[in-house]
C-alpha cells in the first residue's frame, strides 16, 4: 500500500508519461499476439467430425537412415554410381560439418583393400584416405612387402566418409547407417584379401573390438579372409607396437604368394 506522498509522486511520474505521448501501458516482456490470436481461434473452433477425422492424412513416417543408405547403395552399379550415391546421401550429420567427402585412394582392382576407420584432419582437407603422417607410414608399411597405392597393389576406404568433429569415434548410429555403403563398396571392389585396420573397422566388419588382441589372426569378413591390424595413427603414438604390425605385413605377403 502506498502512502500519500508515494502515491503523488506515482501520479506525477504518469502525468509526466502522459504529456511525452504514452496512452498505454505495455508488459516488462514481448507477447507474441498473432500466437495468441491463433490458439484463441484454435480453441474457439468446433472438433472435426468423425467423417473429418478419418479423412485427414495418415503422419509421415520417420525417416530410416539405414534403410534408405540400404536402398541407396543398392542401387550403385559402379564405384563412382556408389560414391555419387553417398555424396547425395543426407542422412548423416557428419556430412554438415565435413569439407570432403572421402571416399578412396589407390587401385580399385588391387587384391588389398584396406578399410581404415573414419577420415581426419589432413583427410578431410584432402579428400583421401590415410593421408598425413599415418598416411606416410602407411605408405612405407606396404611398399616394404611390394605394395603401393600408386602403382597399385592396395586399395584403400574408410568405414565413415566424412571427418567426426574433433576426431571423436563415430555412434553406434552413424556406423550403422554407413556400413550399407560400405558393404556396396567392398562388392564392387571385389577384392581378394581385407585388411581391417583400427578398432572402428573391426568392430564394422568383424563384429570385434580390442585391436591389440585381435591382429595377425586371420579370420573372414564379407566372405573373404581379413587380417586384422593395428591402425598407423597408434603406431605412431606407440612404436614399440611396429614390431607387431611387421609381423602381420609379413603374414600378408605370405598369403598373397
Not at 68 to 81: E, H, K, M, P, Y
Not at 130 to 155: C, K, P, T
Request: a negative charge; one cysteine or more.
Amino acid at each position: 500500500m502506498l502512502d500519500a506522498d508515494e502515491y503523488a509522486a506515482a501520479l506525477a511520474a504518469l502525468d509526466w508519461q502522459v504529456d511525452l505521448g504514452a496512452d498505454e501501458a505495455i508488459e516488462d516482456r514481448p507477447v507474441d499476439r498473432y500466437a495468441h490470436a491463433a490458439e484463441a481461434a484454435e480453441a474457439a473452433a468446433p472438433p472435426p467430425s468423425p467423417a473429418a477425422a478419418s479423412a485427414l492424412p495418415d503422419p509421415a513416417p520417420e525417416a530410416d537412415p539405414v534403410a534408405d543408405a540400404r536402398q541407396a547403395a543398392g542401387a550403385a552399379r559402379s564405384l563412382n554410381g556408389l560414391r555419387a550415391a553417398m555424396a547425395a546421401f543426407e542422412g548423416c550429420e557428419l556430412k554438415r560439418g565435413a569439407r570432403n567427402l572421402v571416399f578412396c585412394d589407390g587401385d580399385p582392382t588391387a587384391r588389398v583393400m584396406i578399410v581404415g576407420e573414419a577420415p581426419g584432419r589432413d583427410e578431410d582437407r584432402e579428400g583421401r584416405p590415410f593421408v598425413g603422417r599415418a598416411g606416410r607410414l602407411l605408405d612405407r608399411m606396404f611398399g616394404a612387402i611390394g605394395l603401393s597405392r600408386q602403382e597399385g597393389g592396395i586399395y584403400i576406404t574408410n568405414v565413415l566418409p566424412w571427418r567426426p568433429p574433433q576426431n571423436r569415434d563415430p555412434t553406434a548410429e552413424e556406423i550403422a547407417m554407413m556400413t550399407p555403403f560400405l558393404d556396396r563398396h567392398i562388392a564392387l571392389a571385389d577384392p581378394q584379401i581385407l585388411v581391417v585396420m583400427g578398432n572402428i573397422s573391426a568392430q564394422t566388419l568383424l563384429g570385434r573390438r580390442g585391436i591389440t588382441r585381435i591382429r595377425g589372426t586371420w579370420t573372414e569378413a564379407r566372405g573373404r579372409p581379413a587380417l586384422p591390424m593395428t591402425h598407423p595413427a597408434y603406431l605412431l603414438r606407440n612404436p614399440a607396437a611396429k614390431r607387431e604390425a611387421w609381423a602381420d605385413l609379413l603374414s600378408l605377403s605370405r598369403r598373397l604368394k
